[in-house]
């Protein structure tokens, strides 16, 4: 970032500021400066298909609407690869983006339109499934079901998908308050997508789609993959 800003006040003076910026002796010195100053990136914990199960279970007889939601919520971000913010709303009211989401339930899957993510180069949305993973057993449909019937009885002319038992719409702050009772602080909100995209390769899916699945638009996808590469490449090998 700061070499690149330094390029852009000397191109006027220095027309070929770009090719020196590429050259072999600066890239180096660049590496050396990453390797001696750089510090460890610390990623959140993947979770796991028998931490979503076990989640399931615990509320899935529960009378509280707050329960049922959060259990859709994280449901949803693990078979969706789904970021937190796509799922719940900033704490800062002012940073909340209301086109949020329509909902088409259909044979035996929920689908919705994320109206616009960073990876979304035409801002024309996406359109996210949601439905068991081939060939896992577990169906998240039935506990999506069990939230979208509690809030119709709640809520029928709201117009927000994602409702709290007070009609707010969950925020980042309910979720993780929710979330770190259950998982400690090396599980966060990007658990969800990373464990989502870690069980998809433990399934045998190809590259290709669990990047479109989790509407990637670049390989930063293989950073979610909590596997070492032997058994990841082994895997989709046999798949």
Not at 71 to 86: K, M, N, V
Not at 105 to 113: A, G, Q, S
Not at 143 to 171: C, I, N, Q
Request: hydrophobic letters at 45%.
């Amino acid at each position: 970032m700061y070499l690149s800003g330094i390029v852009q006040q000397l191109e006027p003076e220095f027309p070929d500021i770009h090719n020196i910026q590429s050259a072999p002796v600066i890239v180096k010195v660049m590496q050396n400066c990453l390797r001696l100053r750089g510090t460890e990136i610390k990623r959140k914990q993947a979770l796991s298909i028998h931490d979503i199960i076990f989640i399931a279970n615990r509320f899935q007889t529960s009378a509280s609407h707050n329960d049922l939601l959060f259990s859709a919520l994280l449901i949803t971000g693990f078979h969706s690869l789904s970021r937190l913010g796509e799922l719940t709303f900033p704490d800062n009211p002012s940073l909340r983006d209301w086109k949020k989401v329509t909902l088409v339930v259909r044979d035996n899957k929920f689908e919705y339109l994320l109206p616009a993510h960073k990876a979304d180069k035409f801002f024309e949305g996406n359109r996210v499934l949601v439905r068991s993973f081939n060939p896992s057993s577990f169906d998240p449909c039935p506990f999506l079901l069990l939230y979208l019937l509690s809030r119709d009885r709640l809520f029928l002319a709201a117009s927000p998908f994602w409702l709290t038992a007070s009609g707010e719409v969950p925020t980042r702050s309910f979720f993780l308050s929710y979330f770190h009772v259950f998982f400690p602080k090396s599980f966060g909100g990007a658990s969800m997508r990373a464990g989502g995209a870690t069980y998809l390769a433990k399934l045998g899916t190809p590259s290709q789609i669990i990047c479109a699945i989790g509407r990637w638009s670049s390989n930063a996808w293989e950073v979610y993959i909590h596997m070492h590469p032997t058994l990841l490449r082994a895997l989709l090998h046999r798949a």
